[in-house]
């Protein structure tokens, strides 16, 4: 069993910046950043490996970074020049082994109970 909490979710202003962190209970293989607003399915938006190798969905490459603090194991999701459309409540995800499939939210056997990220216009 993994237990997750993330924290730091609130509102902002478009083009502001936000970091949320999700606290593990133990070290993962993987872990990854997830999305979703009411009536749509759980998206993913950035994963990482142990190994620190990072993937992004194309929606928020170049905006938003994936990192973990091993030592901790704390992830972190620093998220820059926020927009609207990024409004969702954040969910972080861990895998402790198999194949890294990071943004596929069926590969994932843990997850938290989520962060509301509003951003205004």
């Known amino acids: 069993q993994v237990q997750l909490v993330e924290s730091g979710g609130g509102s902002v202003q478009a083009g502001g910046s936000l970091r949320l962190s999700c606290a593990a209970s133990t070290n993962v293989r993987s872990m990854g950043w997830f999305r979703q607003v009411p009536g749509k399915e759980r998206e993913g938006v950035a994963g990482i490996n142990s190994a620190g190798r990072e993937i992004y969905a194309d929606s928020v490459k170049g905006r938003f970074t994936i990192s973990k603090d091993n030592a901790k194991n704390i992830l972190y999701f620093q998220m820059s020049s926020l927009k609207p459309e990024d409004t969702a409540v954040y969910f972080c995800?861990?895998?402790?082994?198999?194949?890294?499939?990071?943004?596929?939210?069926?590969?994932?056997?843990?997850w938290g109970q989520g962060t509301q990220v509003t951003v205004a216009s």
């Open positions: 995800a861990a895998k402790k082994g198999g194949t890294w499939l990071p943004l596929l939210r069926t590969a994932y056997d843990y």
